[in-house]
């Protein structure tokens, strides 16, 4: 089992950047396919951004180009740099850890996009 604990949400204005870090406790981190997650006030929730445990990585198309995925398995870290961040992308941001058939989720941090 896996804990997760997301961190670096906050306010920032059109343009701007910000870079998520998602901290991973227990064994076995580097075994665990890795994503983010996001979920908007009224809105389901969309996945962002995945990275496999092989390094594979993938994207929404409206991140693409200004959002970058990836880890840090000795330090058991996943990471979400966002840069030209615009008042869409404005929601709650969700770490999820994903191993067989098991799937583990942190507790969200809040990002704001707004002039």
């Known amino acids: 089992q896996v804990q997760l604990v997301e961190s670096g949400g906050g306010s920032v204005q059109p343009g701007g950047s910000l870079r998520l870090s998602c901290a991973a406790s227990g064994s076995g981190f580097r075994f665990y396919h890795m994503g983010w997650y996001r979920q908007a006030p009224g809105k389901e929730r969309e996945l962002v951004a995945r990275?496999?445990?092989?390094?594979?990585?993938n994207y929404v198309d409206s991140v693409k180009g200004r959002f970058t995925i990836s880890r840090n398995n000795a330090q058991n870290t996943l990471y979400l740099q966002m840069n030209s961040l615009k008042p869409e992308d404005t929601a709650v941001y969700y770490c999820?850890?994903?191993?067989?058939?098991?799937?583990?989720w942190g507790q969200g941090t809040q990002v704001t996009v707004s002039s």
């Open positions: 999820n850890a994903e191993i067989g058939a098991s799937s583990y």
């Open positions: 990275i496999t445990a092989g390094g594979r990585t």
